[in-house]
């Protein structure tokens, strides 16, 4: 990332160190942040002159110097180096310091936090009469200047910033509604360091602009930023750092990192951190054994691809596996009111209709964009066995006509399936239930008035699995199926007690489950009554419509 096009303020300097003049940052505006790298050949005195603001025990304009290389404060204001302040806040500091040879920065930050001490009906007044105006525009008098005592000898260069020799991933410079993310391949194992900067919360325990790392071969993640993890990154509360070790094996790997709408280097809403020219992340390690970038080809392939996602869409795909396999799932969709998910995907089994995963508010975060916005990047593994892929999409809101601010990931509306492994590709197949050679049964998307029915055999004695969905209420199915056998005798019926709410409105049920049958010709029946049915819902319909019937597999 362009450094100084995140930052225009910086003082326009070269590549190459050159003899430095004072150091001037001021002119703070609402929101402003202002910084300047500078380096010291060898030990110098330095004088730090500086008008700011501090009232009601805090600072609203407030300066500090960084040692970016060890990563400490080595001079801030503070109350007891203010020399003179006037009633309303507005102070003044002159002192000399004392510096090594090293790598800085000098910050100067306004808070916004404009909490003028008086608070009398008079100050309202004043406020409400332009002396309130007057005191923002003592604003325009804070300012922050560095310079070399011994100007002569030169000792006190402005830099580029900084940057470490070891540094392989440079997710910083993040701003407002920002994704950043780069790719790297570890030949052998090794560590790495990743520091952090972020916004989060310790009473939510969440994280609103911070960076995970995926292992793309498996597609798990390997580390995720956690408040728990986190340090205050000084200045507001809800500034982060996670400055730690991590072991990472051979692989490829992706670094990412995620900002909300708000509290970044396009504008802090509260005093920045110390280290707020690095808003984001950065990983370093061994460059001898870490490589940037990775062959993306050489990656798994998803199984299923449900994505691109528009409005009012039911989509869904099947797939085999022919033994038990690790799959990544990654999903994006939408969080409705009452943290319901309104675009949503799910897997079931495609026998028993039971679901094995589903995107719900636990398993989700926040997606970029708007806050609505929620994704699932989960890693489970599957026995042998029929699966069906669903995605459904609401009125609004989907890919390519958006509501509110998208997803950073727009593409990828809806789920798509992947192996963990690449090898567990030749272990998956496609599966349509159309074609199923165990599928006996298939009286779905039944309409109102309808009494349906189908003839099965069964060679020998087996287990069959029934799904059925239908209409009922007070102990009572309206819409209903059965199965007879050649002597006309009920064998099994969908009734109320062994149902279960299919979702949607109440009285959508479903059932699903196994029983046993000898060998023999049977038929199945299903029948509904005149309202409530596919395609003519007179309530809210059930979770998969496709369904609404009778379907019954063989079990091998």
Not at 140 to 160: A, I
Not at 200 to 219: A, C, E, H, M, N
Not at 360 to 374: C, D, P, R, Y
Request: aromatic fraction near 12%; glycine fraction near 6%.
């Amino acid at each position: 990332m362009m450094f100084f096009k995140v930052l225009p303020f910086f003082l326009l300097i070269t590549n190459h160190l050159f003899a430095a003049s004072p150091v001037i940052l001021g002119d703070l505006d609402e929101l402003s942040w202002q910084m300047q790298p500078f380096h010291l050949a060898e030990e110098a005195n330095l004088r730090i002159e500086a008008t700011a603001h501090f009232s009601n025990g805090d600072w609203h304009a407030k300066g500090w110097i960084l040692d970016v290389v060890n990563k400490r404060v080595v001079w801030e204001m503070r109350r007891s180096n203010i020399i003179e302040m006037d009633r309303s806040g507005q102070c003044r500091i002159d002192e000399t310091i004392v510096l090594p040879a090293g790598e800085y920065e000098i910050h100067f930050a306004n808070s916004s936090r404009m909490n003028w001490r008086d608070r009398n009906f008079t100050s309202f007044l004043g406020r409400l009469f332009g002396d309130h105006d007057r005191a923002r525009d003592l604003s325009h008098e804070w300012r922050l200047v560095l310079q070399e005592l011994d100007s002569g000898l030169n000792k006190m260069q402005l830099t580029p910033p900084w940057r470490p020799d070891d540094l392989l991933v440079d997710l910083t410079g993040a701003g407002d509604y920002d994704m950043i993310e780069e790719t790297f391949q570890v030949e052998q194992e090794t560590a790495v360091h990743i520091m952090m900067i972020g916004e989060g919360r310790r009473s939510s325990r969440k994280f609103y602009d911070y960076g995970w790392i995926v292992d793309l071969d498996t597609r798990r993640r390997v580390w995720q930023a956690k408040v728990r993890d986190s340090q205050h990154a000084g200045g507001a509360d809800k500034n982060r750092i996670i400055d730690e070790r991590h072991v990472l094996p051979p692989g490829n790997y992706k670094a990412v990192y995620i900002t909300d709408d708000s509290h970044s280097l396009d504008g802090f809403n509260a005093m920045p951190p110390y280290d707020a020219s690095r808003w984001g992340m950065w990983i370093r390690g061994d460059l001898n054994l870490i490589q940037k970038g990775v062959d993306l080809e050489s990656l798994p392939r998803p199984v299923v691809d449900l994505t691109r996602v528009r409005d009012d869409e039911f989509l869904s795909q099947g797939f085999r596996l022919l033994e038990s396999t690790d799959l990544r799932i990654f999903a994006v969709g939408e969080m409705g009111y009452s943290k319901t998910l309104v675009d949503k995907g799910w897997i079931v089994d495609a026998y028993t209709q039971h679901k094995v995963w589903e995107m719900t508010s636990e398993n989700t975060f926040h997606a970029g964009g708007a806050l609505k916005n929620v994704m699932a990047d989960d890693v489970i593994r599957l026995p042998s066995g029929a699966y069906k892929v669903y995605y459904r999409s609401d009125d609004s809101h989907s890919f390519e006509d958006w509501n509110s601010e998208p997803p950073f990931e727009q593409e990828s509306w809806g789920i798509a399936v992947y192996p963990v492994n690449k090898n567990d590709e030749e272990n998956i197949q496609a599966y349509q239930m159309e074609t199923d050679p165990d599928l006996l049964v298939s009286l779905t998307r039944i309409g109102d008035d309808q009494r349906v029915s189908e003839i099965f055999t069964l060679d020998q004695s087996a287990d069959i699995s029934i799904y059925a969905m239908g209409e009922g209420d007070r102990d009572e199915m309206y819409d209903y199926g059965w199965i007879e056998n050649q002597q006309g005798r009920i064998v099994w019926r969908l009734n109320f007690r062994e149902s279960s709410h299919a979702g949607g409105a109440k009285k959508n049920r479903m059932y699903s489950g196994f029983i046993t049958l000898p060998a023999g010709r049977y038929r199945a029946f299903y029948q509904t009554d005149d309202s409530h049915s596919f395609m003519d819902w007179n309530a809210a319909p059930p979770e998969d419509p496709s369904l609404y019937g009778l379907t019954i597999s063989r079990i091998r």
